[in-house]
């Protein structure tokens, strides 16, 4: 049966603020868009609901709360009617992304009223029971797999600690070079969208196809390379890509994992001399620094650090251990990827899964 949102469910709003939230210490939670943020001594919902990021980042986006909770003023709250279980209401609204509804530039906004009348599949309640099950199942195996890769990360770093130390104060005293003494390096192709023609149009690595150790691959966006470009921006393998933006330094070693490839602005290509220094040893080193302030120095205060220019990425001095033990750590991590690999693929596919589940269910 399709019915419309509206239908099964009813709007609700909060009036907190942050403010009336921090340092309070009561019983009962209160919700953000990033999650829980603290406790009160009150609360505004006593049964389960939904809880819809209206206001700012991560706009759209759904949580199932508990009863007896709140959410600030950011957030919308969807109220279940006798009708409809509260899981499987979450469920129809994170199917629906609701992100598409926003309006303004500055701040984006969604409007109940906007997205009220989106249609759906209604299931009777016993039905909602078994799909409400499926799901979490599902669910439950996406979390586990992303937990799996993180643990995945976690035995990386700490060998990488065990064998090479604090590389930032370099408690082991390793040989200290500059960085433009042991790699090459320099920034990717400026898109000009004027002088596009689609006549030499290659697939290019931006910023945001850059996640740690991992490239995200899916659209890729294209543009311009003629022969001289080619000859210049072309990834090869043992390239280390490296933000100059955003979350900076974050870096993934390619592996000719599409050819031909080439690189955006936005982005360092770095080559490392291998006689000296290995792109695996070099890549968590970037996250070593990132993860404990290594780069704040560059801009007084790891906050306020919103580039790496090729000038200061240049001069950073890099803690250098004898080849042999970054050899042993580069198959380390070498095997440890294959495991990865596993992962990631059972991750995937419970995700694809999961989502040809939500369309058939509800579309």
């Known amino acids: 049966m399709r019915v419309k949102l509206g239908d099964v469910c009813e709007r609700g709003t909060s009036n907190l603020k942050l403010s009336d939230v921090s340092e309070k210490n009561g019983e009962f939670s209160v919700f953000g868009a990033s999650g829980y943020i603290g406790s009160v001594d009150f609360y505004q919902q006593g049964y389960p609901y939904v809880a819809v990021v209206k206001d700012g980042a991560g706009i759209g986006r759904a949580m199932l709360c508990p009863g007896k909770t709140s959410v600030i003023g950011t957030m919308q709250y969807l109220l279940p009617k006798d009708n409809i279980l509260p899981k499987y209401l979450f469920y129809v609204v994170k199917y629906m992304n609701l992100e598409k509804y926003f309006t303004g530039a500055t701040i984006p906004h969604i409007y109940f009223k906007d ?209 042999e033990l970054q050899e042993q750590f580069a198959v380390f991590v070498a095997q440890t990827d294959k495991s990865k690999v596993a992962v990631q693929k059972a991750l995937d596919e419970a995700q694809l899964l999961f989502d040809s589940l939500m369309q058939e269910y509800f579309g």
């Not at 997205?115 to 009777?124: G, H, I, M, R, V």
């Not at 104060?169 to 003494?181: G, T």
């Not at 697939?203 to 966006?221: D, I, S, T």
């Open 115 to 323: 997205y009220k009348n989106e249609e759906f599949n209604f299931d009777f309640w016993e039905r909602q029971v078994e799909i409400v099950s499926v799901l979490s199942k599902c669910e439950k195996v996406i979390d586990l797999c992303k937990q799996e890769l993180q643990l995945l990360d976690k035995l990386i770093k700490a060998r990488f600690v065990e064998m090479f130390g604090d590389v930032i104060h370099n408690s082991k005293k390793w040989q200290v070079c500059l960085f433009a003494e042991i790699t090459s390096s320099r920034l990717g192709k400026m898109l000009d969208a004027k002088q596009q023609t689609g006549r030499n149009s290659y697939p290019y690595l931006a910023n945001f196809n850059v996640q740690w150790f991992r490239f995200n691959l899916e659209n890729l966006n294209k543009m311009d390379f003629d022969e001289k470009d080619r000859a210049e921006f072309e990834l090869r393998e043992g390239d280390l890509l490296v933000c100059e933006g955003g979350e900076i330094g974050r870096c993934a070693v390619w592996h000719n994992e599409l050819q031909p490839c080439f690189f955006q602005k936005a982005l360092h290509r770095v080559r490392c001399n291998h006689q000296i220094i290995l792109p695996d040893y070099l890549a968590w080193w970037f996250r070593y620094n990132c993860d404990y302030g290594g780069f704040s120095a560059l801009a007084g205060a790891k906050a306020t650090i919103a580039h790496l220019p090729g000038a200061k990425l240049k001069q950073l001095q890099v803690a250098v251990p004898p080849m």
